[in-house]
């Protein structure tokens, strides 16, 4: 009768610490390919503060950009912050939200991202892979950090911001 007990015990020991392998193995494959995707991808070597200016603040990988880019008629936009902090970043956004706006370029607010945002390419990204990254990013921890707000055509610029220069 202990011994029954004993072995039941010990079983249960078992079935519990097999769920446990069986949730943390694959959600962290998936992380670590969500990292893997974004570091090929390139996302920090855009949206990480200092990047632009030779010192990309690692510390605040992924952070948001406080250098734009001025694409001639449609304006200056900052890659923003992809840390899920809820007021600077993607906190409030969904796993789905951030696949769509990185496959189709639209945000939550329905507005089209402007086009230095590689979204046309990504479009490419399989299902699996674009939920990878969005669960990586939505993994991250979160860094309040606000980037400049877009600056419209005919507006100056306060921030810094890459531009085309036209030869004359
Ligand atoms: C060549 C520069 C560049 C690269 C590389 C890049 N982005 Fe962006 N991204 C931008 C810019 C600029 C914007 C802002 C565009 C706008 O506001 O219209 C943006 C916007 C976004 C947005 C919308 C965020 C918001 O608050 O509106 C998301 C999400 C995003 N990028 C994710 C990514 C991910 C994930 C990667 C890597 C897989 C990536 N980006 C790579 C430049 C880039």
Not at 73 to 93: A, H, M, Q
Not at 95 to 109: F, T, Y
Request: proline letters at 9%; aromatic letters at 6%; one cysteine or more.
């Amino acid at each position: 009768m202990r011994q029954a007990m004993l072995g039941a015990l010990i079983l249960i020991g078992i079935a519990t610490s097999t769920t446990v392998i069986a949730q943390t193995g694959p959600a962290s494959e998936k992380l670590r390919r969500g990292e893997y995707l974004a570091t090929i991808m390139d996302c920090s070597g855009c949206h990480t503060p200092g990047v632009f200016l030779g010192k990309p603040d690692m510390q605040r990988r992924l952070a948001g950009s406080e250098v734009g880019f001025q694409i001639p008629g449609l304006g200056v936009f900052f890659p923003p912050n992809l840390t899920p902090d809820k007021e600077t970043g993607l906190g409030s956004w969904s796993e789905a939200d951030i696949v769509k706006a990185v496959r189709q370029g639209v945000r939550p607010d329905g507005r089209t991202l402007a086009p230095v945002m590689p979204y046309h390419n990504y479009s490419r990204l399989t299902d699996a892979d674009a939920s990878a990254l969005a669960a990586y990013l939505k993994s991250l921890k979160p860094i309040a950090n606000r980037v400049p707000a877009i600056v419209g055509p005919n507006e100056k610029a306060t921030a810094p911001y890459l531009s085309v220069v036209m030869p004359q």
